[in-house]
């Protein structure tokens, strides 16, 4: 039987904001989630329909949105998480507020300014990339230190900061690509989001956390984390990062078979064979997209290797950013908001909405690549995100803005 949730509080005040990292961080990239995709679905929905006057960007709007969504969007969550749970996995004070208060600022106005680049004010790029740049550096500022202040080695922590790193290194190349227009290194900053950062923080965080949660709320789970699987995993990505900064797509299924076996065996392992709650199924259903992932990304290469045509377009990228990175980040944001808000464990109806609706904006967008008119399925796709998060954005924005239902500070 599900928890009712309890009343929600009614005194919203934006100061509760700085009250703890996650509140002012997932706050943010609730609104980045919104911006990012309505300016890409009006993008989109103009580019087929011819609808409104809208200019086309410098930079290319596809790299733009590829740009936002991993180096503003997604990363205003991580971070929120890692200034958050940084300190409790090495056992030290938790930071205060002037430390983690720049990262927000600088994130959500780099993405504000990159968007207002996008519809004309053509500074906004530069100016929204530095102000991104400052908030990932004041981020790392201040987790970096905690990994030599700790008394043991913690290896989840290392394991993030060294992704935080490599998209530092991802994005100072997107700066220097608008600096220089040099378009190999637009193309080295999109791939080190993906592989070098969001894929080994995700993997990171989902190898520590998700056995946490199963053997806290499943009877008889056995926890199965062994640091093996890290240490496999990281080689791999970056062969697979490699391979495709130097166009060796051929290639590429030599170390996406690999990754794809890991994949299958960490479900295989983690997945919990007990009953379980709404709130953890939804964080394995979403791991499950990650063989799924490689299963198309090998395919593709393979298939490439035999007859020379690209096949899938990019069908396996969005296999992994809206099918894994999308329904994890609707179950792991809501996992966190609930817990950290003094309310009941459970799933609500607008994140059950936006978990549901994003497996079928996935396979929308997966399914375009193979449609007679992909650009009206890309539209649709978008419009799809929208109509799948605003409800969730909405309700967890309203919970940042409120005192805890619990009453405790935090």
């Known amino acids: 039987m599900s928890a009712s949730p309890p009343p929600m509080p009614s005194a919203l005040s934006p100061r509760l904001l700085a009250a703890a990292p996650h509140r002012l961080l997932f706050f943010v990239g609730a609104g980045n989630i919104l911006l990012a995709m309505l300016w890409w679905a009006a993008w989109l929905a103009n580019t087929r329909w011819q609808l409104w006057e809208m200019p086309q960007p410098t930079p290319y709007a596809g790299w733009l949105h590829a740009f936002v969504m991993q180096y503003q969007m997604l990363p205003s969550f991580i971070f929120g998480f890692l200034l958050t749970v940084f300190p409790r996995w090495m056992g030290l004070p938790e930071l205060q507020r002037w430390r983690y208060a720049p990262v927000g600022l600088g994130l959500f106005g780099g993405q504000l300014a990159t968007l207002l680049g996008a519809l004309g004010w053509q500074s906004g790029m530069v100016v929204g990339t530095l102000m991104t740049l400052a908030g990932w550096m004041a981020g790392i500022a201040h987790l970096l230190p905690l990994l030599w202040r700790e008394r043991g080695t913690t290896w989840h ?103 794809f076996a890991l994949a299958l065996l960490m479900n295989w392992k983690l997945w919990p064979r007990g009953r379980m709650p709404g709130l953890l199924a939804v964080l394995f259903i979403g791991l499950a997209w990650l063989p799924l992932t490689f299963a198309l990304y090998a395919g593709q290469s393979l298939a490439y290797a035999m007859t020379g045509i690209y096949f899938l377009g990019r069908a396996p990228a969005h296999a992994l950013f809206v099918g894994f990175f999308g329904s994890v980040l609707v179950a792991m944001v809501t996992r966190v908001t609930q817990g950290h808000s003094g309310q009941p464990l459970f799933m609500p109806k607008a994140a059950w909405w936006a978990f549901a609706a994003v497996q079928v904006v996935a396979f929308a967008r997966i399914g375009a690549e193979l449609a007679d008119d992909p650009a009206a399925w890309m539209a649709c796709a978008a419009l799809g995100w929208l109509l799948a998060f605003a409800p969730w954005v909405l309700r967890i924005g309203r919970i940042y803005l409120s005192p805890r239902a619990d009453g405790k500070p935090g």
């Open 157 to 259: 922590a290392r394991s993030c900061m060294a992704a935080l790193l490599l998209g530092l290194a991802g994005l100072l190349l997107w700066f220097a690509f608008l600096l220089n227009e040099q378009p190999l290194y637009a193309f080295a900053s999109i791939k080190i989001g993906t592989f070098g950062f969001l894929l080994p923080v995700y993997l990171t965080v989902a190898h520590r956390m998700f056995p946490f949660f199963a053997g806290n709320a499943v009877m008889g789970y056995q926890p199965w984390r062994p640091l093996w699987l890290l240490a496999a995993f990281w080689p791999l990505l970056l062969a697979h990062l490699l391979l495709e900064l130097f166009h060796v797509y051929a290639w590429l299924w030599l170390v996406d078979v690999p990754l």
